[in-house]
């Protein structure tokens, strides 16, 4: 019998390693399918919670942060780029010039996903490349209200949405569920609510895992 799964794909649309880690996951899906498939849903996890409005220098922020090196910086940058093209994501290569507040795209997300889980996921991926490949704002509401178009969902509704305060707190929750759960950094990869997977991991390794689990246990019910 085939085994179908329920994966929750913790992540910041800022992390650089979760559009690894998505390509990564995406690329181990179709080498299981038939024989496996999975429910596939974005949950919320905020890197820079208390970034403001305008960003901040993506230098300086890193710098800040990790202590890194321009130099240290930029080999970072063309290790993630290399991990990205080997699961069909492009980065920029001269990487992003400001990091950005993403909550208003997270409360996006989760509208998306009570509309219809793939507009949720086409949603996703356009956020992730309009930060990390065409260096676009994740906070403008402009851009938010066109990569919701694009992704097929209704635009008016969407800026309605961002002009007010709407899914604010179920946002907040969901990323309190996680963090008090023990996730502290993503991509978190939880499958059917028990099985945690950490990082953008090769395809080989989510390959395995998911061969693994399918293969252990029936799918288990897991608790949005």
Not at 5 to 27: M, Q
Not at 28 to 55: C, D, S, W, Y
Not at 139 to 163: F, K, N
Not at 193 to 211: D, K, M, T
Request: net charge negative; charged share 25%.
């Amino acid at each position: 019998m085939p085994a179908h799964l329920r994966i929750d794909f913790v992540s910041d649309i800022s992390c650089p390693w979760c559009a690894v880690g998505l390509g990564a996951l995406e690329a181990a899906l179709k080498r299981v399918a038939p024989e496996i498939t999975a429910e596939l849903q974005f949950q919320p996890f905020e890197l820079n919670p208390h970034m403001p409005p305008e960003g901040q220098d993506a230098y300086e922020h890193l710098h800040e942060k990790y202590g890194s090196t321009r130099e240290q910086q930029a080999q970072n940058r063309e290790a993630i780029r290399a991990r990205g093209a080997a699961v069909g994501f492009e980065f920029r290569r001269e990487g992003r010039s400001r990091i950005y507040n993403t909550f208003d795209a997270h409360r996006l997300l989760h509208w998306a996903a009570l509309e219809d889980a793939a507009k949720q996921v086409a949603l996703k991926k356009a956020l992730l490349k309009a930060c990390h490949t065409d260096g676009e704002n994740p906070s403008d509401p402009e851009v938010l209200v066109r990569l919701a178009t694009e992704a097929g969902l209704d635009p008016q509704r969407a800026r309605a949405i961002l002009d007010s305060d709407e899914y604010a707190a179920e946002t907040r929750e969901r990323e309190r569920l996680y963090t008090d759960a023990g996730i502290h950094s993503v991509p978190a990869i939880i499958i059917d609510n028990q099985h945690l997977i950490s990082g953008g991991q090769p395809v080989e390794v989510f390959e395995r895992a998911l061969r693994q689990i399918a293969g252990a246990a029936p799918a288990a019910t897991a608790v949005a």
